[in-house]
Structures are given as structure tokens and as C-alpha cells.
């Protein structure tokens, strides 16, 4: 069974950092490209980041370029995002999700989610 | 791309046939996706390429459309099926609609 565990979340205040961990198991994690979608409160979906099996390529939304980072450990299956210079408009439950085929970027599993507040 | 789904919340009955609207803002070919998120849960993809439904997703749903015209078709609603269904475009890096609401009248 595919499982998504993602952890780290929490309240932060604007300009801080927060680094956010997904584990994965029940699938062979090297073989998928990863991303983080998120949802701001009663919002919508967004699409934050991906990475590609094997970490050689990463791509963000304009919004977080610069100020986020996706990595992976393949070793440890397990997906990061390091979320930099926070800003309120980033709050949001942070999903992280498989990517269904390499060149097609629908998500076919994705973890419970974790909470983020960027606030003073 | 802009994608943009009608109507914004829809009340049915059990049994009804449902259909939800979603329109992009340009030709995205058939690389479209329907999503459902129940409440409090994280979305789950029921059909991809317009038109394929994801394995284990029951057949009463049903996905239609191409171009920048796409319908989520639900034959017969059932109470379970109460959930916010989200488009989303992938045909030039992605993005998603704001949903439609689905309750039960």
C-alpha cells in the first residue's frame, strides 16, 4: 500500500525558515518524480514544486522561486522541502504527491497533509 | 493557464446525474484531470487525460471533453460522493481549478 507521511509543519513567523519532510513507502520511491502541492485555507489547490526521480532536475512555482528548495533522499525515501524567507501568503496544508507518469504532471497518490502558519 | 470551473457549489439529490463544468483558458489538449477531496482529506484523482478513469474509482463517474471544454460526469450521485471536485490542467506546467462544491439537497 503507497503511504505518504509528511511532518514538520507548524506556526512560524514571517521571515523565518521551516523545512518540511514527506516519508514514503509501499512503492519503489527512485523510480517517481515527487511534488509539493498546497492549499491555502477554504482555497484552492497549488502547485508548489517538483523534483525528478533522481533529484537531477527541480522546478518551482514562480511565487516560492528562490525562496523554497525541493530535495530528495532516495536512500531514505524521503521527499524535503525547505521553505526559506516565509511569508504569510504561504500558509496553506502542504501535501506532498507522486507523480503519476514522468512526463504527465497529474498525481495519482498523495500524503495527509501538513499544516503551515506564517504569522506573528 | 487559467481554469475555470462552474458552477462554484452544486446541490443534488441521490440518484441524480451530475455534471460539473470546468473551461480552459486555452486549447490544453486532453491533459486534464479531476480530483475529490472529501473534507479534511487530501484530493484524490479519479480520472486523468480527460477522460481515463484512475484504477478503483467507481464507474459512475465519468470524465468528457477536449480542447478547452470538460465535463465530470457522476451517472447516479450517491452520499458518499459529497466533496469538493477540483480540475486541473497539465498540458503546459499545471494548474488547478477552484472547485465545485457538491452537496446533497
Known amino acids: 500500500e503507497v503511504q505518504l507521511v509528511e511532518s514538520g509543519g507548524g506556526l512560524v513567523q514571517p521571515g523565518r525558515s521551516l523545512k518540511l519532510s514527506c516519508a514514503a513507502s509501499g512503492f519503489t520511491f527512485s523510480d517517481y518524480n515527487m511534488a509539493w502541492v498546497r492549499q491555502a485555507p477554504k482555497k484552492g489547490l497549488e502547485w508548489v514544486a517538483t523534483i525528478i526521480y533522481d533529484g537531477s532536475r527541480t522546478y518551482y512555482r514562480d511565487s516560492v522561486k528562490g525562496r523554497f528548495t525541493i530535495s530528495r533522499d532516495n536512500a531514505k525515501s524521503t521527499l524535503y522541502l525547505q521553505m526559506d524567507s516565509l511569508r504569510s501568503e504561504d500558509t496553506a496544508t502542504y501535501y506532498c504527491a507522486t507523480h503519476a507518469d514522468w512526463e504527465l504532471w497529474y498525481f495519482d497518490y498523495w500524503g495527509q497533509g501538513v499544516m503551515v502558519t506564517v504569522s506573528s | ?105
Not at chain 2, 462554484?8 to 455534471?19: E, I
Not at chain 2, 490544453?28 to 482529506?41: D, H, S, V
Not at chain 2, 477552484?98 to 446533497?104: H, I, N, R, S, V
Open chain 2, 1 to 105: 493557464i487559467q481554469m475555470t470551473q462552474s458552477p462554484s457549489l452544486l446541490s443534488a439529490s441521490v440518484g441524480d446525474r451530475v455534471t460539473l463544468s470546468c473551461k480552459a483558458g486555452q486549447n490544453i489538449n486532453n491533459y486534464l484531470a479531476w480530483y475529490q477531496q472529501k473534507l479534511g482529506e487530501a484530493p484524490k484523482l479519479l480520472i486523468y487525460n480527460a477522460n481515463s478513469l484512475q484504477t478503483g474509482i467507481p464507474s459512475r463517474f465519468s470524465g468528457s471533453g477536449s480542447g478547452t471544454d470538460f465535463t465530470l460526469t457522476i451517472s447516479s450521485l450517491q452520499p458518499e460522493d459529497v466533496a469538493t471536485y477540483f480540475c486541473q490542467q497539465y498540458n503546459s506546467w499545471t494548474t488547478f481549478g477552484a472547485g465545485t462544491k457538491l452537496e446533497l439537497k
